[in-house]
């Protein structure tokens, strides 16, 4: 069915570390994914996407990684800044012009001083 | 700035009352999303219009109901309001429609019924 789910809602990090947010997919079907950030009292942003014919993608201090195998992605911030301190959503979508995007619960990120 | 915009900001009403929510898309894009955003929830899709259009449907009930005018400015109507319709509920754009591009969302309405 149309599922996207977050392992951890809540993510601690040092400033200055590396953070790691996962994303688990059940649709097979999904063709391109979006990580997307949600700072407070906002909209959400675009930060990076990925089509399913690729496994990374590297943008300015992030990277998202794709496996299709156990339908997994993943978004690596490197170097986490306060101002990452968000919710980050995946989002998947499949190839159709029908098909929906459907948005994951969300994990909060902390980032500690 | 995403260039959509979301009016009103926030908005207070009591149950069986309906209300309109209004979004007008980025310049040049023809696609306009409604997601609602309950409190520590995800964001549900709704509804999406592409070029005036239905393009594809989410989990909207029937007591909401949307269109897109020829602006490409789209309203989102929520009648018969419950206290469960209590949420944010955001409007994206993007210019192509599903499936491709990055869709630029709004800053959202808060809707609070009581």
């Known amino acids: 069915g149309e599922s996207v789910g977050l392992h951890l809602p809540t993510l601690s990090v040092q400033e200055g570390d590396n953070s790691i947010i996962n994303c688990a997919y059940s649709?097979?079907?999904?063709?391109?994914f979006i990580w997307y950030k949600q700072e407070s009292g906002k909209g959400p942003q675009f930060i990076i996407d990925?089509?399913?014919?690729?496994d990374k993608r590297q943008g300015q201090r992030v990277t998202v990684l794709l496996n299709k195998t156990v339908k997994h992605l993943s978004l690596q911030i490197a170097a986490t800044q306060p101002g990452d301190s968000a919710v980050y959503f995946c989002?998947?979508?499949?190839?159709?012009?029908?098909?929906?995007?459907?948005f994951g619960k969300g994990t909060r990120l902390h980032i500690l001083p | 700035d995403s260039g959509v915009t979301q009016t009103p900001k926030h908005l207070i009403t009591a149950t069986g009352q309906r209300v309109t929510l209004r979004c007008s898309p980025r310049?040049?894009?023809?696609?306009v999303y409604w997601y609602q955003q309950s409190l520590d929830q995800g964001l549900q899709f709704l509804i999406q219009?592409?070029?005036?259009?239905?393009?594809a449907k989410g989990n909207i009930l029937e007591r909401f109901s949307a269109q897109q005018f020829p602006d490409l400015h789209s309203e989102l109507n929520l009648s018969s309001l419950e206290l469960g319709d209590s949420a944010l509920y955001f409007c994206?754009?993007?210019?192509?429609?599903?499936?491709?591009?990055?869709?630029?969302f709004g800053e959202g309405s808060r809707l609070t019924v009581l």
């Open positions: 994206a754009s993007s210019v192509q429609g599903l499936g491709t591009g990055e869709l630029f």
């Open positions: 649709n097979s079907a999904s063709d391109y």
């Open positions: 990925i089509r399913s014919n690729m």
């Open positions: 989002a998947e979508t499949g190839r159709n012009r029908d098909d929906k995007i459907i």
């Open positions: 310049s040049g894009d023809l696609s």
């Open positions: 219009y592409y070029n005036g259009e239905e393009r």
